[in-house]
């Protein structure tokens, strides 16, 4: 078990740095430069702090470098838009927001998901199922701007018992952390009713009811754990998205957070952002995605089994 | 299940964890929190063009004059004596002693003489105004050219002399200022952020190693060292930008609010939700069409719309080319004259701008200025304008190549250049296309003539017309419209070194009125403010410039 950590361990810097390559490559290859003397150049001061941070005189030289910078200095560079702030700034001010409100809303989906995705599964056929396959249709298919506006038009607006957004109090992160959670909860039903469909067919099932079992341990107990492992697959990834930020929620609820920078990085053209943001997001996922497969063998002892026989 | 249940704790656990870590306003809720009208873009004087920037400035900083919270006319700052000699050019100013900076040092002459030297030393957008001191704009280029044989490779030219300028401390707290001609508003200069003091010692250890340069990690808390009433606190990217009143602020007495918030929102909508929610007592630029939608449902008070000391118009290429190469028709006067004349403002304010801003046909806000009479400008007249285009040799606008009107896709601009658009085709059958780019890119195709028609907006700095007519001089860096008529700058030179008042506005006038007749610019209506106070807010003024003294901001509970 142990050495089976410390291979997925070995194997994440090394996946992290063809990423981070494959970015470089792209973000080389892509036309234009913030040198070139067009409408989206640099200004003269801005050139001036690459030259002298960065030895670059030229945008070639400042991809080359710019690699050992992020490795040995953990700089990301100065963003190219937003003169005056380097990119660890704006990292370090809205990742956190992002971060916590990824957290919130991705723990809400599991349990709300797994809750009706479970009950679906068990009353199948039955008012429940069709609810809750009903609201699992419609958070996917309802666009986050859409559902955000929704929530505070009700809770906010007519309601007034929530606050319709800003950062700063808890209150504020319920409504944002609910619509980013429409869609993640939608597919964790889904996936936990079909998933748990198919376990309860399974015969350990039936033998457990059969000893007399009570209904809802046999559920819980023995057939969610099982059933449970694509969810957590899923989780991984869904953790990774929700905390590197939504543009659509963080603007219509006003939250500083690091989905905008994203958006804008691009609008910009503001390669050091862009880079950063990116590269932030993959170590993200690759981190998530080590931690699924560790867990992995917490949820399911079935795999350790197999890990150790290996 | 235990198992289980450790990811949704753990998930739980390190929410909680995020949630602790993301909270910046470290408990303390601000005595008065305001919206500001963007994000700040640099708080750095020497680089600060934007009102933001400005009003943020006006409450870390004090020049020697500073403005009156009510009337906000200038008044006496960090000086406590002036005195002008009968020349009216040379000005004496004393700094008073108990003027400190936000870390206690006394502020000294030294220090206003450093910022601007560095103002002439490396240029910002707002140098121009240094060149009202005799010597300045011969040291400036001077001194560019220093650099410039400097950075080629090395000669062994000296730099140049700093005492041609006329600037010099006659002590530790004593400024003489010599200007060229006399400047009757040059109190209002000195209370404007061009001409603040910084302090050099806080700023060194951000100095590039050209020697000239400051990184602007300087601006930012805990480095920041200002004099005003206000030190900068924390501020946080796209977030939360704190000031809390200075302990050594010599009229520390009379600030009113101890801290003070400017809080984010990008967006218009979530910046009026944010005032709603008692986040923000003070909404300094509502947007447009929510303000509108508001004025017409009626039943608030906390809106206030009034006239802006800005003027919205339309600038055209005077070049004799288009930047693709083709040949310019706007360079013939009449062309110009044709299309100003053709443009019927109302629709434009009745259906766009719904907030009852004033068409105007002049540059310079009428009404603003005492004793300025303003000049007519040209009048709706789609007949005289036909005729007009005619004489240019475009009779029913045969042969008038397809132009492009440029604007950047915020606000109502979009809207406006569809009504332009029309208007120019209805009444002179001219086809014009459309091109919308984001502010950032207008702004450079706007400076470097990269447009045919574009839109544009000029706010006064200070109370006095030559912050709307100094634009168009022949050798203004702002002068988008690449204009240039030697009877102009003949009469603005004249005006600068002319003493009697009323002469002077009178010269400005038949400036302007030359202006409006040639045509480089359209005008078509006078900006206004819109803001949302909470009533309980105090001490905000309605002002034209849309600026605030903050030590008189109070909430009052």
Same mark, same amino acid.
């Given at each position: 078990?142990?050495?089976?950590?410390?291979?997925?361990?070995?194997?994440?810097?090394?996946?992290?740095?063809?990423?981070?390559?494959?970015?470089?490559?792209?973000?080389?290859?892509?036309?234009?430069?913030?040198?070139?003397?067009?409408?989206?150049?640099?200004?003269?001061?801005?050139?001036?702090?690459?030259?002298?941070?960065?030895?670059?005189?030229?945008?070639?030289?400042?991809?080359?470098?710019?690699?050992?910078?992020?490795?040995?200095?953990?700089?990301?560079?100065?963003?190219?838009?937003?003169?005056?702030?380097?990119?660890?700034?704006?990292?370090?001010?809205?990742?956190?927001?992002?971060?916590?409100?990824?957290?919130?809303?991705?723990?809400?989906?599991?349990?709300?998901?797994?809750?009706?995705?479970?009950?679906?599964?068990?009353?199948?056929?039955?008012?429940?199922?069709?609810?809750?396959?009903?609201?699992?249709?419609?958070?996917?298919?309802?666009?986050?701007?859409?559902?955000?506006?929704?929530?505070?038009?009700?809770?906010?607006?007519?309601?007034?018992?929530?606050?319709?957004?800003?950062?700063?109090?808890?209150?504020?992160?319920?409504?944002?952390?609910?619509?980013?959670?429409?869609?993640?909860?939608?597919?964790?039903?889904?996936?936990?009713?079909?998933?748990?469909?198919?376990?309860?067919?399974?015969?350990?099932?039936?033998?457990?009811?059969?000893?007399?079992?009570?209904?809802?341990?046999?559920?819980?107990?023995?057939?969610?754990?099982?059933?449970?492992?694509?969810?957590?697959?899923?989780?991984?990834?869904?953790?990774?998205?929700?905390?590197?930020?939504?543009?659509?929620?963080?603007?219509?609820?006003?939250?500083?957070?690091?989905?905008?920078?994203?958006?804008?990085?691009?609008?910009?053209?503001?390669?050091?952002?862009?880079?950063?943001?990116?590269?932030?997001?993959?170590?993200?996922?690759?981190?998530?995605?080590?931690?699924?497969?560790?867990?992995?063998?917490?949820?399911?002892?079935?795999?350790?089994?197999?890990?150790?026989?290996? | 299940?235990?198992?289980?249940?450790?990811?949704?704790?753990?998930?739980?656990?390190?929410?909680?964890?995020?949630?602790?870590?993301?909270?910046?306003?470290?408990?303390?809720?601000?005595?008065?929190?305001?919206?500001?009208?963007?994000?700040?873009?640099?708080?750095?004087?020497?680089?600060?063009?934007?009102?933001?920037?400005?009003?943020?400035?006006?409450?870390?900083?004090?020049?020697?004059?500073?403005?009156?919270?009510?009337?906000?006319?200038?008044?006496?700052?960090?000086?406590?004596?002036?005195?002008?000699?009968?020349?009216?050019?040379?000005?004496?100013?004393?700094?008073?002693?108990?003027?400190?900076?936000?870390?206690?040092?006394?502020?000294?002459?030294?220090?206003?003489?450093?910022?601007?030297?560095?103002?002439?030393?490396?240029?910002?957008?707002?140098?121009?105004?240094?060149? *009202?001191? +005799? &010597?300045?704009?011969?040291?400036? /280029?001077?001194?560019?050219?220093?650099? #410039? =044989?400097?950075?080629?490779?090395?000669?062994?030219?000296?730099?140049?002399?700093?005492?041609?300028?006329?600037?010099?401390?006659?002590?530790?707290?004593?400024?003489?200022?010599?200007?060229?001609?006399?400047?009757?508003?040059?109190?209002?200069?000195?209370?404007?952020?061009?001409?603040?003091?910084?302090?050099?010692?806080?700023?060194?250890?951000?100095?590039?190693?050209?020697?000239?340069?400051?990184?602007?990690?300087?601006?930012?808390?805990?480095?920041?060292?200002?004099?005003?009433?206000?030190?900068?606190?924390?501020?946080?990217?796209?977030?939360?930008?704190?000031?809390?009143?200075?302990?050594?602020?010599?009229?520390?007495?009379?600030?009113?609010?101890?801290?003070?918030?400017?809080?984010?929102?990008?967006?218009?909508?979530?910046?009026?939700?944010? *005032?709603? +929610? &008692?986040?923000?007592?003070?909404? /300094?630029?509502?947007?447009?069409?929510? #303000? =509108?939608?508001?004025?017409?449902?009626?039943?608030?008070?906390?809106?206030?719309?009034?006239?802006?000391?800005?003027?919205?118009?339309?600038?055209?290429?005077?070049?004799?080319?288009?930047?693709?190469?083709?040949?310019?028709?706007?360079?013939?006067?009449?062309?110009?004259?044709?299309?100003?004349?053709?443009?019927?403002?109302?629709?434009?304010?009745?259906?766009?701008?719904?907030?009852?801003?004033?068409?105007?046909?002049?540059?310079?806000?009428?009404?603003?200025?005492?004793?300025?009479?303003?000049?007519?400008?040209?009048?709706?007249?789609?007949?005289?304008?036909?005729?007009?285009?005619?004489?240019?040799?475009?009779?029913?606008?045969?042969?008038?190549?397809?132009?492009?009107?440029?604007?950047?896709?915020?606000?109502?601009?979009?809207?406006?250049?569809?009504?332009?658009?029309?208007?120019?085709?209805?009444?002179?059958?001219?086809?014009?296309?459309?091109?919308?780019?984001?502010?950032?890119?207008?702004?450079?195709?706007?400076?470097?003539?990269?447009?045919?028609?574009?839109?544009?907006?000029?706010?006064?700095?200070?109370?006095?017309?030559?912050?709307?007519?100094?634009?168009?001089?022949?050798?203004?860096?702002?002068?988008?419209?690449?204009?240039?008529?030697?009877?102009?700058?003949?009469?603005?030179?004249?005006?600068?070194?002319?003493?009697?008042?009323?002469?002077?506005?009178?010269?400005?006038?038949?400036?302007?009125?030359?202006?409006?007749?040639?045509?480089?610019?359209?005008?078509?209506?006078?900006?206004?403010?819109?803001?949302?106070?909470?009533?309980?807010?105090?001490?905000?003024?309605?002002?034209?410039?849309?600026?605030?003294?903050?030590?008189?901001?109070?909430?009052?509970?």
């Amino acid at each position: 078990m142990a050495r089976f950590i410390a291979w997925r361990i070995a194997q994440l810097p090394v996946i992290l740095a063809v990423v981070y390559l494959i970015t470089f490559g792209l973000v080389w290859v892509a036309p234009g430069s913030p040198y070139e003397n067009n409408d989206r150049a640099l200004s003269e001061a801005a050139k001036n702090d690459l030259k002298l941070r960065f030895h670059a005189q030229s945008w070639e030289q400042f991809l080359t470098y710019y690699p050992w910078q992020i490795v040995r200095h953990g700089d990301f560079g100065p963003s190219l838009s937003y003169e005056g702030w380097s990119v660890n700034d704006i990292l370090r001010s809205s990742l956190p927001v992002s971060m916590a409100l990824g957290l919130v809303a991705v723990f809400i989906a599991l349990i709300g998901g797994s809750a009706a995705g479970v009950t679906a599964a068990v009353r199948r056929g039955g008012l429940l199922d069709v609810l809750s396959l009903g609201m699992a249709l419609v958070g996917v298919s309802l666009p986050a701007f859409v559902v955000a506006g929704l929530l505070i038009v009700i809770f906010s607006d007519w309601l007034h018992w929530l606050p319709g957004g800003g950062w700063g109090e808890l209150r504020q992160i319920v409504l944002p952390a609910l619509a980013l959670a429409m869609m993640p909860m939608a597919y964790i039903a889904r996936l936990t009713r079909s998933s748990m469909l198919d376990t309860l067919g399974n015969d350990y099932i039936r033998t457990a009811r059969a000893k007399g079992l009570p209904r809802w341990t046999v559920v819980w107990k023995h057939a969610f754990r099982n059933a449970f492992l694509p969810v957590f697959t899923y989780l991984g990834p869904a953790t990774a998205y929700a905390m590197t930020g939504s543009f659509v929620v963080e603007t219509v609820f006003n939250i500083p957070g690091l989905g905008q920078h994203f958006v804008n990085g691009v609008k910009n053209r503001d390669q050091t952002l862009i880079l950063g943001t990116v590269l932030v997001y993959a170590a993200f996922l690759l981190t998530l995605n080590l931690l699924v497969d560790i867990g992995y063998a917490v949820v399911d002892p079935r795999i350790e089994v197999e890990a150790r026989q290996q | 299940m235990m198992r289980l249940l450790t990811i949704p704790v753990m998930l739980a656990g390190l929410a909680a964890a995020a949630v602790y870590w993301s909270n910046d306003a470290g408990g303390r809720r601000p005595d008065f929190a305001f919206i500001n009208r963007g994000d700040n873009k640099c708080l750095d004087p020497n680089g600060m063009s934007w009102m933001q920037d400005i009003r943020v400035a006006y409450a870390l900083w004090e020049g020697l004059y500073t403005l009156d919270p009510v009337t906000l006319t200038p008044v006496l700052g960090c000086a406590d004596r002036a005195t002008v000699d009968s020349t009216r050019t040379v000005w004496t100013l004393h700094i008073r002693p108990e003027a400190r900076w936000t870390n206690g040092d006394r502020v000294k002459a030294g220090d206003f003489l450093f910022e601007w030297r560095r103002f002439l030393e490396t240029p910002g957008e707002y140098t121009y105004l240094h060149y *009202y001191v +005799r &010597g300045a704009k011969q040291y400036a /280029s001077e001194f560019a050219d220093y650099v #410039a =044989a400097k950075e080629k490779g090395g000669t062994t030219r000296p730099a140049p002399d700093f005492s041609i300028v006329g600037e010099k401390a006659l002590d530790e707290r004593t400024l003489v200022v010599t200007l060229s001609d006399p400047v009757p508003f040059f109190p209002a200069l000195l209370a404007f952020p061009p001409f603040f003091p910084m302090h050099e010692a806080s700023m060194r250890p951000f100095r590039e190693s050209d020697g000239l340069h400051y990184r602007l990690d300087f601006t930012r808390p805990p480095n920041l060292v200002s004099n005003g009433p206000y030190r900068l606190a924390q501020w946080s990217f796209k977030r939360r930008l704190r000031m809390v009143a200075s302990d050594y602020y010599w009229n520390r007495a009379n600030v009113k609010s101890r801290v003070v918030d400017q809080v984010y929102a990008d967006d218009g909508l979530a910046a009026y939700r944010t *005032y709603e +929610r &008692g986040e923000a007592d003070w909404l /300094s630029d509502v947007d447009a069409n929510l #303000a =509108a939608q508001i004025l017409a449902k009626g039943g608030r008070d906390d809106l206030h719309v009034f006239p802006a000391f800005g003027t919205y118009f339309y600038t055209l290429n005077c070049l004799p080319n288009l930047p693709d190469g083709r040949e310019n028709p706007l360079a013939d006067v009449c062309v110009r004259k044709a299309l100003a004349m053709s443009i019927d403002r109302d629709p434009i304010v009745r259906n766009v701008g719904r907030l009852g801003q004033p068409p105007s046909r002049t540059y310079i806000p009428p009404n603003v200025f005492e004793g300025y009479s303003s000049p007519p400008g040209l009048a709706y007249d789609p007949e005289q304008a036909r005729k007009l285009l005619a004489q240019a040799g475009y009779r029913n606008g045969q042969g008038f190549p397809n132009l492009t009107i440029l604007y950047n896709t915020d606000g109502i601009h979009a809207d406006v250049a569809q009504i332009m658009r029309r208007q120019w085709l209805n009444n002179l059958n001219i086809q014009m296309d459309l091109q919308g780019v984001e502010v950032k890119v207008f702004g450079q195709m706007l400076h470097t003539q990269q447009y045919a028609v574009a839109r544009a907006s000029w706010y006064g700095d200070y109370a006095d017309p030559t912050t709307f007519s100094d634009k168009y001089k022949s050798d203004s860096d702002d002068n988008d419209a690449k204009w240039s008529n030697a009877e102009y700058d003949r009469l603005c030179a004249e005006a600068q070194r002319e003493t009697d008042q009323g002469r002077r506005l009178r010269l400005l006038g038949r400036a302007e009125n030359i202006l409006l007749n040639e045509a480089p610019i359209i005008p078509l209506f006078t900006y206004v403010n819109a803001y949302m106070i909470r009533p309980q807010a105090k001490g905000i003024p309605l002002a034209a410039n849309a600026m605030l003294m903050f030590n008189s901001v109070q909430v009052v509970r």
